[in-house]
């Protein structure tokens, strides 16, 4: 089965040619599933639309590739910054019991510009899977939507708050 969510970074060359990338190249990137995880693959148009291949990807999208612009990431208010951090945190760490606090971070972030949504894939747990742009690194983060409650949510987005705010530490959330 596929994990939940991880986090894949947008590649600097073409999947297939090796070439590498020029700002504000069209490009197509997807996920294909194989055992476990995903493998993300980024290529121009051209490579792609010629790709002789036996399997469909589980996603695709149509995206521009923006060389790295440290400078412009800086300018980012703290805020998004921390919440981007925590999320990474979290969804390198692979704990299911942080599922609902990884969830809400994402909404917060696509709220706030910072993600994108790619695409929707339902999930066999009844949620559904949302997959994630980064707008700057372009990197991917597949996040699974439980369908929280209202009164879920109201809970969970306290505990997003609390991390944030620092007034609680990841250990002591755990625990
Ligand atoms: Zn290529």
Known sequence: ????????????ECSICGCKFADKQSCVSLLRAVTGSYERMDCCVRCWDCFERDWE???????IYHA???AEIRK???RKDTAETLL???IDL????????????????????????????????GGILRIYEDKHSGDTFVVLDPKLHLDKLAIVQQQVV???SGTKTLEEDEA
Request: glycine residues 4%; positive net charge; charged residues 30%.
């Open 1 to 12: 089965m596929a994990q939940e969510w991880n986090i894949r970074h947008r590649a600097h």
């Open 57 to 63: 990807p589980f996603s695709l999208w149509d995206g």
């Open 68 to 70: 790295p612009k440290p």
């Open 76 to 78: 980012e208010p703290v």
């Open 88 to 90: 990474r945190k979290l």
């Open 94 to 125: 692979e704990d299911p019991a942080m599922r609902n606090v990884v969830y809400v971070l994402a909404v917060m972030l696509e709220r706030g510009k910072q993600l994108i949504e790619r695409d929707t894939k339902p999930h066999e747990s």
């Open 162 to 164: 609390a991390l944030l």
